[in-house]
């Protein structure tokens, strides 16, 4: 696991705080310039040094429980790469995903039935019994054999 880092510190992309997810940009905060009291349209901005970040769920600005840019500067964050980042989802995978898995390859719950009909006769006979694996698993299984593939 990454060692924990200021948001300043932190690399461009996905990072965990407190058990949510945010986003790093590569930019700076984009602030006012003084004066504020002039229509929308003559407002003036900089890009400042403070990092950029948002709420990767919501979309919505990033600030940590912050007030100011300093403080949120100073936010112990855990950059995270995409690994982390699929272990994340396959971690939480929940009924949705598994109905969306299973229609995706064809099957229903007969089938899984008619699998524990097929372990339970093995096993009668003294045939090696199979192992059966939960959907993080093979979700695991396939990313193992993708990344071993890969050149």
């Known amino acids: ?25 590569e930019y700076g905060a984009t602030l006012p310039v003084p004066p504020h009291d002039v229509p929308g349209s003559q407002v ?12 990767l769920e919501s979309g919505e600005a990033f600030w940590g ?16 790469d995409e690994m982390a980042i699929v272990e994340r989802v396959i971690d939480r995978m929940g009924w ?11 099957q229903d719950v007969r089938e899984d039935a008619g699998g524990l ?18 959907y993080q698993d093979a979700a695991r299984a396939m990313l193992k054999a993708v990344r071993d593939n890969q050149v």
Not at 11 to 24: A, H, T
Not at 96 to 106: M, P, S, T, V
């Open 96 to 106: 949705d995903e598994i109905h969306a898995f299973q229609e995706h390859l064809g």
């Open 117 to 134: 009909m097929l372990r339970k006769i093995k096993r009668l006979f003294g045939i090696r019994r199979d192992t059966v694996q939960t």
């Open 44 to 55: 003036k901005w900089q890009v400042t040094h403070w990092p950029e970040a948002y709420c």
């Open 65 to 80: 429980g912050t007030k100011t840019q300093e403080d949120k500067a100073q936010l112990l964050v855990r950059p995270m």
């Open 1 to 25: 696991m990454t060692d924990l880092v200021t948001l300043a510190e932190c690399p461009p992309g996905v990072f965990e705080f407190e058990g949510s997810l945010g986003f790093k940009t």
